[in-house]
């Protein structure tokens, strides 16, 4: 997975610590509409955005169009942008919302589907197992992380790999903190099973 990743960020990995000193003045730049300052916040971050919504998606198509919706949002959000928060944890947010909307999306086509087609949704896992279907994918804790159920694959990812307390979390996705807690339990169980095959 790391050799995946460093083909999609080798401009942070250049200059990721020349451009961090200038951070401040890129997004004053790219508040007022400089195009080229904002393409150096999009190399400086692109990678790290890109590595969130990959674990989030568990799908490369759907992160690299999820980083996409992600700077395309920040490009027209950048105005309101008030600095409260890192620009890192800024776009942090806005991918997990990016995220969340299209799996409501998703949601409500399925449901119109099922309503139509009157037949249960499928995407649902055999007993709510993660199977695992050869031993380089149970080694292999990106792929488990993948295989999660959507729910709890959040919970993980947003916990666990990002570092969200259960408050952040529960303010982003709109569930309670003990539903995430409960939904950390059932990943974290999954993925034992998983990689222990």
Excluded at 72 to 79: D, Q, S, T, Y
Excluded at 150 to 169: K, N, Q, S
Aim: glycine letters at 6%.
């Amino acid at each position: 997975m790391a050799r995946v990743l460093s083909l999609v960020r080798p401009q942070e990995s250049v200059e990721a610590p020349r451009l961090a000193a200038r951070d401040d003045g890129l997004v004053d730049r790219a508040r007022r509409g400089d195009v080229d300052a904002f393409e150096l916040v999009y190399r400086m971050y692109a990678g790290r955005v890109y590595a969130l919504c990959l674990r989030l998606a568990a799908d490369p198509v759907t992160a690299r169009e999820l980083t996409q919706d992600t700077f395309v949002r920040a490009w027209e959000a950048l105005p309101r942008f008030r600095g409260e928060a890192s620009l890192a944890t800024w776009l942090h947010r806005i991918a997990v919302n990016a995220m969340l909307e299209r799996r409501r999306g998703e949601q409500r086509r399925s449901a119109r589907v099922s309503l139509a087609d009157d037949e249960e949704d499928g995407e649902s896992l055999a007993g709510g197992v993660v199977l695992a279907p050869d031993v380089a994918t149970a080694i292999d804790l990106e792929r488990a992380i993948g295989a999660l159920p959507p729910g709890v694959r959040r919970a993980f990812v947003l916990h666990d790999v990002e570092g969200y307390t259960h408050e952040e979390i529960a303010t982003m996705t709109g569930l309670a903190a003990g539903t995430l807690r409960a939904q950390l339990h059932r990943a974290r169980q999954l993925l034992k099973r998983a990689l222990s095959i």
